[in-house]
């Protein structure tokens, strides 16, 4: 993720706001909403809210940074399929951020479901980004309502902090969780959490909202088959003893446990490919293992073995999806479970297969 700041024209905007529209054009409001699929549910931390065990990410939707190939291998088009397709099969729970397309990501979310209506609605999880010129309390409520005017709705389902604050801004930690525990009293969202917070930050904020009458429901790391450091560096076990879900982002180590990369073969597009495409041929006896665990499962595919295993491990598996088929093969990592020994089998695949890159923020 580029965490730079956009050009002051790019910068996080609320959505205009929309102009009077005829009476005959209100006919929207009681089009048949789309039929979703049982998917098994669990809490989010100690919330309260009941969210899938899968959800599906939105960074790519709308992204402007160049990241995902926008605008080059897909479009608005694709993504609105998507999401057609995630609410269909149940994917109910949807992760954006105002910094994906720096606001375009929500934005997105927000016409999507509009246009095609569910019923229950869909659970929508967003992120504050602690950027230098954000240092008060006031401005996480202030920063959740531009968000809201995006997405087009008075509350959200999840509020989080996206990154700790560095810099000149680790100063004002403190005041972001005050902020956060302030949407929920202010109603904005139900839940509130955080992201990319070490094992001593996520204690730190479970106490601070606690004291506030509110609790820290879920801590957002990147974790999977590929980077299993939330299971040694300690921040598993803070989210356990906290009563906090780990929710996991790029599940798939963005593309790469998906089998679709091998040697000699298409490699990753845009920045992606200098971070993996010297992985690929490593990755393979592990693909393989994946491969063969599938078969063993009916013909599962590499890529719903690895969220799988992210469920066995009580995370809450968060895969981006920039097309229908791409949420298709999600929503059959759901409804089934692998036994301990094929875990342990897939793990010890997975520490041949080397360190892969983290990001940086969980340092911080």
């Known amino acids: 993720m580029r965490l730079a700041s956009a050009p002051k024209h790019q910068q996080l905007r609320g959505a205009p706001r929309a102009p009077h529209r005829p009476r005959a054009l209100r006919v929207r409001a009681a089009a048949p909403t789309t039929p979703i699929a049982p998917v098994e549910q669990r809490e989010l931390g100690q919330s309260g809210l009941q969210v899938p065990i899968i959800g599906v990410g939105a960074w790519s939707w709308g992204d402007r940074s ?14 609105l399929e998507a999401y057609k397709a ?7 729970f949807i992760d954006t951020a105002e910094v994906y397309g ?11 479901m509009k246009e095609a209506p569910s019923d229950p609605p869909p659970l929508i999880a967003t992120k504050y980004a602690p950027q230098p010129w954000r240092f008060t ?17 008075e509350k959200m389902a999840l509020y989080i902090q996206h990154w700790p604050g560095f810099a000149l801004n680790a100063f004002s930690n403190d005041a972001y969780i005050e902020g956060l525990a302030r949407c929920v009293d202010q109603g904005l969202t139900q839940a509130v959490g955080v992201s990319n917070f070490n094992p001593a930050r996520v204690a730190a904020a479970a106490k601070a909202l606690k004291a506030r009458g509110t609790v820290l429901s879920s801590n957002q790391v990147q974790y999977s088959l590929l980077y299993r450091k939330p299971e040694k560096n300690g921040v598993m076990e803070a989210c356990k003893e906290n009563g906090v879900t780990l929710v996991a982002y790029s599940p798939l180590c963005q593309g790469m446990l998906t089998g679709k990369y091998v040697p000699g073969g298409p490699k990753p597009s845009g920045p992606r490919s200098a971070i993996y495409s010297s992985k690929i041929a490593q990755i393979q006896p592990l693909i393989e293992v994946m491969r063969a665990v599938g078969k063993e499962r009916g013909g599962k595919t590499p890529a719903q073995v690895a969220l799988n295993w992210a469920v066995c491990k009580g995370a809450l598996p968060i895969p981006g999806a920039k097309s229908a088929k791409q949420v298709e093969e999600i929503a059959g990592a759901a409804g089934w479970r692998l036994s301990e020994g094929e875990v342990l089998e897939l793990e010890k695949a997975a520490d041949k297969a080397g360190d892969f890159l983290g990001a940086p923020f969980e340092n911080w």
Do not use: H, M, N
């Open 66 to 79: 160049g990241y995902w190939g926008y605008g080059k291998e897909y479009d608005k088009s694709a993504s």
């Open 137 to 153: 309390a006031d401005t996480v409520p202030t920063a959740c309502r531009a968000s809201l005017k995006r997405l087009q709705l």
């Open 86 to 92: 995630l609410i269909k099969a149940g994917l109910t």
């Open 102 to 112: 720096f606001g375009l990501s929500e934005e997105f979310l927000g016409e999507f």
